[in-house]
């Protein structure tokens, strides 16, 4: 990890100027014309003293008795296309990126060297510093080739995720303001080319690429189309391959140019959040968000250069794009691409191709137990043992069937949000499973939680629940085209508001209560669905159960759940209500339970509770409603 610390500065201003130091070893990068020679050695020396983290802070010092107050900023000077360049300089025979199929194998030196002529291409075509380029790919060569290619030039890389419906791609495409379109042909139940050319937007079949004139996307000007095969070959489409190509040729000198236009507080990332509460919002990260958070995280997952990742998680999700993807490249790591998540193909090519690491959401890690209990000599992947949960809460009970089911003695569970780029805490590798299971971790170095009152905004004391609020070089920059939404987010001084309800144990480990937009208010009561499903999912016969409110005409809201059992388990409703008698108040016990086989799920893995509240709202009405026991 050499080249990361070297790419560590410290800058210091003050109203003569500003000095850019290196960090830690306090040479001299830049200095104001004419700056006094005593106070840039001062400063140098203050510069020596700096912590390898990013962020802001204060300080005072005394030359020749005048005092000076410094504003000193920590920064990890290296952008996203960068730290491949400079892996694929350290590690250039190391194989990179491998497809599903393991028919697709690039090592780290063509990885960067088709990256960089696709960037070439894209500069050819007009596309510049801060240009918005939509990418509708799920995980492969060719999408992370483009992606990176994108951030070498200072352009933005907006991921969509390729499973999504028309009309809200439709929309998505319309905010996002995206001048380039580059898809693979196919997704999970359709074909994207197709509902691009036949439904979306029918002009690409007659319109000239890069003179595009969409009713529905004006700034939409090209579409690129990995294979774009004579069936596609449409005029408005253009090979993607044959566009990397002509990048190759081309001159470097345009290229270098763009590469020093943007530094790494500049946009880099838009990723949709998964639309849980309303229309997906586009979260803004900076390069400088998502390569440090990538950085801290290969210090808490352990990785090294004997690792090997499989990439569960799509790139569209910054647990796929920075957690999986942007570290594994950091280390200079093969990534086996996973296109879309089928346990028993996953756990087939873990074997096949000898992964050590897998990043997921409980659903898949739940999956992969599943499986492996109906097949438990199936498959031989004494080699995984280093994993990542994250995105939902990871029981201990699951923690404990990961590690002796999968054999996954080091796996760490992180909390954070799209907005955080994306965590704020993580377990330790050697952490029991009951902390693993009950809590989300010690905060990352570098930054800053503190627990309020969601009204007020007042700091609670240790111990107390309230809203998490979080600081530091993770924050995104904000909301694309939503200043409203970004200033609600933020408190009056800067910190980011999770929405998350949670407090510090006296061990420094983060506890989530609930999700505040999630709370079940009943009769003025508040029952937290979190706290509940803790309680169901503690019953031996229970493999998953989801909380919900059901709206009532007495009370407001009671609860329902959603529960998803053990094969060869006959637990019914009233066995499970009573079994909830005593561990949790009467008011937070379920009223209404609906046993179902699998759950409906939001795009990037989680369980979709709006959607389970539909459900609940469409059918309650042909279910029985279970009350509380009589009182004797």
């Keep these: 990890m050499g080249f990361v610390d070297e790419r560590r500065k410290v800058v210091i201003t003050l109203p003569e100027g500003v000095w850019e130091f290196k960090a830690l070893d306090g040479s001299v990068l830049s ?202 070959a449409y005029p408005g489409v253009y090979d993607f391959n044959t566009a990397m190509e002509e990048g190759r040729a081309l001159d470097d000198a345009a290229f270098e140019e763009a590469e020093k236009a943007f530094t790494v507080k500049d946009l880099a990332y838009v990723i949709y959040t998964s639309g849980s509460t309303g229309f997906p919002k586009g979260v803004m990260l900076s390069h400088l968000n998502i390569v440090e958070n990538s950085n801290t995280l290969i210090k808490r997952m352990g990785l090294d250069h004997s690792d090997k990742m499989c990439m569960q998680i799509q790139l569209f999700h910054t647990f796929g794009s920075v957690v999986s993807g942007l570290t594994s490249i950091m280390v200079g790591i093969p990534i086996v691409l996973t296109s879309r998540f089928k346990p028993a193909e996953s756990l087939a090519m873990i074997e096949r191709e000898r992964c050590t690491t897998v990043c997921g959401v409980p659903t898949m890690f739940i999956g992969f137990i599943d499986t492996l209990k109906k097949n438990p000599d199936a498959y031989e992947i004494s080699c995984m043992s280093k994993g990542i949960a994250a995105g939902a809460p990871c029981p201990e009970k699951m923690v404990r069937e990961i590690e002796d089911i999968m054999k996954m003695k080091n796996l760490i569970v992180c909390y954070g949000l799209t907005e955080t780029s994306p965590c704020i805490t993580a377990t330790n590798v050697d952490d029991s499973p009951e902390i693993k299971g009950t809590t989300v971790g010690t905060l990352n170095e570098g930054l800053e939680v503190k627990i309020v009152d969601p009204n007020t905004l007042e700091e609670l004391p240790a111990g107390v629940p309230g809203e998490i609020c979080t600081r530091g070089y993770n924050i995104m920059m904000g909301y694309l085209g939503d200043p409203e939404k970004t200033a609600s987010t933020f408190t009056p001084d800067g910190w980011l508001r999770t929405g998350d309800q949670g407090y510090f144990d006296e061990n420094g480990y983060l506890r989530l209560t609930d999700r505040l937009k999630d709370i079940i208010i009943r009769s003025g009561e508040n029952i937290s669905p979190g706290e509940v499903e803790k309680v169901l999912g503690s019953h031996p016969d229970v493999e998953e159960a989801y909380v919900i409110g059901v709206k009532d005409y007495k009370y407001g809201e009671i609860v329902g759940t959603f529960v998803r059992l053990k094969e060869g388990s006959t637990l019914t409703a009233e066995e499970l209500r009573a079994f909830c008698v005593g561990k949790t108040p009467t008011l937070s016990i379920p009223s209404y339970y609906w046993f179902v086989d699998e759950f409906p799920l939001l795009t990037n893995g989680k369980v979709s509770k709006p959607e389970l509240r539909k459900i609940a709202e469409a059918t309650k009405a042909d279910m029985p409603r279970i009350e509380a026991p009589k009182k004797k």
């Design 31 to 232: 200095s104001p014309e004419g700056a006094d020679e005593k106070l840039t050695a001062a400063l140098a020396e203050t510069a020596k003293q700096q912590e390898l983290i990013s962020g802001v802070n204060s300080a005072k010092i005394t030359v020749d008795g005048k005092d000076y107050e410094l504003d000193i900023e920590r920064i990890l000077d290296l952008k996203v296309g960068e730290v491949l360049e400079e892996t694929a300089k350290i590690y250039p025979d190391q194989e990179a990126l491998i497809s599903f199929d393991g028919t697709k194998r690039v090592d780290y030196k063509t990885f960067e060297a088709n990256a960089k002529a696709f960037a070439k291409y894209l500069l050819s075509i007009g596309i510049k510093k801060g240009d918005h380029v939509g990418l509708w790919m799920a995980n492969g060569v060719e999408s992370m080739t483009a992606a990176y290619a994108i951030s070498k030039i200072g352009a933005v890389m907006i991921a969509f995720t390729p499973y999504e419906k028309q009309d809200r791609m439709e929309e998505l495409v319309r905010r996002s303001q995206v001048s380039t379109f580059i898809l693979y042909r196919g997704a999970k139940v359709h074909e994207n080319i197709e509902m691009l050319a036949d439904d979306m937007y029918p002009e690409i079949k007659t319109q000239k690429y890069g003179e595009l004139n969409l009713e529905k996307a004006p700034l939409l000007k090209r579409v690129i189309l990995v294979d774009a095969t004579d069936e596609f």
